[in-house]
């Protein structure tokens, strides 16, 4: 059974990173397409971007520069780093597989001083 | 980006009755491999989103097919057959055709 793990802080300050670990288990990252998306409050939802089975990366342009992704395969996790977070990036954060079959259970994340 | 507009924005249905849910989108989903990359999901209170229909119709692992999707080229439709208690959530439609992948803005589904 494939299944992802959100983990991480779930409160930052304004202007610092948000860093998110997803754990896969029952299934290689170095296979297929994984990526984050958020849930801001209300219903909206955002794909921020992914990490494919070769460690190639593809952002969501609205993020522009303040997004990374990346990975270690030896443990099969991949992460999130945001830079430079404001309240508005105050949202519940999912790590899934990009055709939208396997998600976490998400992580909240506040951004307040 | 390509805009996938939702309808109606909530309901409120009684068990056993059937309901549709619409989704349009701003640019053809048909991707040049002639699949069309539109999907349905539920998300559950308190829980993490679900896939129920994948690539317009085909229906996700354990799905009941009570769901089911159609729709080409810029206009989609989920039906719900025989609403059940544990239908409610919010359901929204998501297109992968095009970069980047986008969300419809989602449809609250209550029980009356």
């Known amino acids: 059974e494939v299944q992802l793990q959100e983990s991480g802080p779930g409160l930052v300050k304004p202007s610092q990173s948000l860093s998110l670990t997803c754990s896969v288990t029952g299934y290689s990252i170095t296979s297929n397409y994984w990526g984050w998306i958020r849930k801001f409050p209300g219903n909206k939802m955002e794909w921020m971007g992914y990490?494919?089975?070769?460690?190639?990366?593809s952002y969501n342009p609205s993020l522009k520069s303040r997004i990374s992704i990346t990975r270690d395969t030896s443990k099969n996790q991949f992460f999130l780093q945001l830079n430079s977070v404001t309240t508005e990036d105050t949202a519940t954060y999912y790590c899934a597989r990009y055709i939208l079959d396997y998600w976490g259970q998400g992580v909240m994340v506040t951004v307040s001083s | 980006d390509v805009v996938m507009t939702q309808t109606p924005p909530s309901l409120s249905v009684a068990i056993g009755q059937s309901v549709s849910i619409s989704c349009k989108s701003s640019q053809s989903l048909v991707y040049s491999d002639g699949k069309t990359y539109l999907h349905w999901l539920l998300q559950s209170p308190g829980r993490s989103p679900k896939r129920l229909i994948y690539?317009?119709?085909n229906l996700g692992s354990g799905v009941p097919d009570r769901f089911s999707g159609t729709g080409s080229q810029k206009d989609f439709t989920l039906k719900i057959s025989r609403v059940e208690a544990e239908d409610l959530g919010v359901y929204y439609c998501a297109q992968t055709t095009h970069f980047p992948l986008t969300f419809g803005s989602g449809t609250k589904l209550e029980i009356k």
């Open positions: 990490i494919s089975y070769s460690g190639s990366t």
């Open positions: 690539q317009v119709s």
